[in-house]
């Protein structure tokens, strides 16, 4: 008998992979494609299903949330949690850890993403999906740096830096990079933005920190390479610092040569 799945997304583009990913799994049912946080509560109150897959990036409701409402669901009744999610901070990492069967960290391969479910439905554990996890590590070094040093996340130049860095840090020679010729135009591809566009909302978002962020953070960060005019690095002094340093801290965490070379796709 197969398991019926809930999955919950705003996102069209998302939903449609999912979709199309169910479509080739026999042990799986998607019985549910719902759109928005009201949608899950209407359905858990009528019935549950087996498995329950919930994008975290929803407007209206957030993880939390969900969590909330399969707590009021007797446990023989309550559905596997499954997550997608951009990022994984520590406090995610917390709730992931407690309340939620397994995350997938987007960009998602959706059709290993169905197969650990199908797993769980044949009652077996999921097996850790490596380039998964070193892209989760990359992520979660990359943020916190840039969080240390005063950049705000509501800016387009915090996420163009953030994608900028990782590209850095993941490759074998930084040396041959040119952030005109490479790191622009891959940023611009990865998130659908000019690259002129990409250049001009990450030297904004260098100079927001410059103003907001803890001046001996940056000094100690980027000391001689702080421009005399404008007081502040170049676009690609900060990307090149910030990921020789999350290159090294990496040597500690993990493996840096298990790290996805992920430019070369893109460039």
Same mark, same amino acid.
């Given at each position: 008998?197969?398991?019926s799945?809930c999955?919950?997304s705003?996102d069209?583009e998302? @939903?449609?992979?999912? +979709?199309?990913?169910?479509?080739q799994e026999?042990?799986?049912?998607?019985?549910y494609?719902?759109?928005d946080g009201v %949608?899950?509560?209407?359905?858990l109150?009528?019935?549950?299903?087996?498995?329950?897959?919930?994008?975290?990036?929803?407007?209206?409701v957030d993880?939390?949330?969900v969590?909330?409402?399969?707590? %009021?669901?007797?446990m023989q009744?309550r559905?596997?949690?499954? @997550?997608l999610c951009?990022l994984v901070?520590?406090?995610?990492?917390r709730?992931l /850890?407690s *309340?939620v069967?397994?995350?997938?960290?987007?960009p998602v391969d959706?059709?290993?993403a169905?197969?650990?479910?199908?797993?769980?439905?044949r009652?077996?554990?999921?097996?850790?999906?490596?380039?998964?996890?070193?892209?989760?590590?990359l992520?979660?070094v990359v943020?916190?740096?840039?969080f240390?040093?005063?950049?705000?996340?509501?800016l387009?130049?915090f996420? +163009?830096?953030?994608?900028a860095?990782?590209?850095v840090a993941?490759?074998?020679a930084?040396?041959?990079l040119?952030?005109?010729?490479?790191l622009y135009?891959?940023?611009?591809?990865?998130?659908?933005? /000019?690259p002129s566009?990409?250049?001009?909302a990450? *030297?904004?978002?260098?100079?927001n920190?410059?103003v907001?962020?803890?001046?001996?953070?940056l000094?100690? +960060?980027?000391?001689?390479t702080v421009?005399e005019?404008?007081a502040t690095?170049?676009?690609?002094?900060?990307?090149?610092?910030?990921a020789?340093r999350?290159h090294?801290?990496?040597?500690?965490?993990?493996?840096?040569h298990?790290?996805t070379?992920?430019v070369?796709?893109?460039i």
């Amino acid at each position: 008998m197969s398991k019926s799945v809930c999955f919950l997304s705003a996102d069209r583009e998302v @939903a449609e992979h999912f +979709y199309e990913a169910m479509g080739q799994e026999k042990e799986l049912s998607l019985q549910y494609l719902l759109r928005d946080g009201v %949608g899950l509560f209407e359905l858990l109150i009528r019935q549950t299903p087996d498995i329950l897959v919930v994008d975290m990036a929803l407007p209206e409701v957030d993880m939390l949330d969900v969590v909330e409402m399969l707590g %009021g669901i007797p446990m023989q009744r309550r559905p596997l949690l499954f @997550a997608l999610c951009d990022l994984v901070t520590p406090a995610i990492m917390r709730l992931l /850890q407690s *309340r939620v069967t397994y995350c997938f960290v987007k960009p998602v391969d959706y059709a290993y993403a169905v197969d650990q479910l199908a797993q769980i439905a044949r009652l077996e554990l999921p097996t850790p999906c490596p380039r998964q996890a070193q892209l989760a590590l990359l992520d979660r070094v990359v943020s916190e740096h840039l969080f240390g040093l005063g950049l705000s996340p509501h800016l387009k130049g915090f996420h +163009y830096l953030r994608e900028a860095i990782k590209l850095v840090a993941s490759v074998h020679a930084p040396a041959k990079l040119s952030v005109m010729k490479h790191l622009y135009p891959a940023v611009s591809a990865l998130c659908g933005a /000019q690259p002129s566009v990409v250049e001009h909302a990450c *030297r904004n978002a260098i100079a927001n920190a410059w103003v907001r962020g803890d001046l001996k953070m940056l000094q100690g +960060y980027f000391g001689y390479t702080v421009d005399e005019v404008r007081a502040t690095p170049s676009n690609s002094g900060f990307i090149f610092m910030v990921a020789d340093r999350v290159h090294m801290q990496l040597l500690d965490e993990a493996d840096p040569h298990r790290i996805t070379d992920m430019v070369l796709e893109v460039i």
